[in-house]
């Protein structure tokens, strides 16, 4: 059986692995999300580095269906129905780096 798990953008922190940083700034939405990234880590997520007590080592499956956003509690949508961002060329992303 399939959940359906919201979590708001505003719940996001920012890491470094799977430490938290401290005093950063909030998620800056103004612009959109253009890519987010999932971690999955045997440490807890915070400022120092703590094993989780019940980790065990070995495979694990995770099944995703689908990912969608979402914009209050009652609409929810796909991300396959929302237009991206055309991929930078090779020239373009040298250029914006720092």
């Keep these: 059986e399939w959940q359906l798990v919201k979590l708001p953008y505003s719940s996001f922190r920012q890491v470094r692995g799977p430490r938290m940083i401290v005093d950063a700034p909030p998620l800056n939405l103004t612009q959109g999300v253009f890519q987010f990234g999932m971690t999955m880590s045997k440490f807890v997520?915070?400022?120092?580095?703590?094993?989780?007590?019940?980790?065990?080592?070995?495979?694990?499956?995770?099944?995703?269906?689908?990912?969608?956003?979402?914009?209050?509690?009652?609409?929810?949508?796909?991300?396959?129905?929302?237009?991206?961002?055309?991929?930078?060329t090779k020239e373009e992303m040298m250029k914006k780096r720092p």
Excluded: A, C, W
């Design 45 to 88: 997520m915070g400022v120092n580095t703590t094993q989780l007590d019940n980790f065990r080592d070995g495979y694990f499956d995770l099944h995703i269906k689908s990912l969608g956003v979402y914009k209050d509690e009652d609409t929810v949508v796909p991300l396959g129905s929302i237009s991206s961002p055309s991929t930078l």
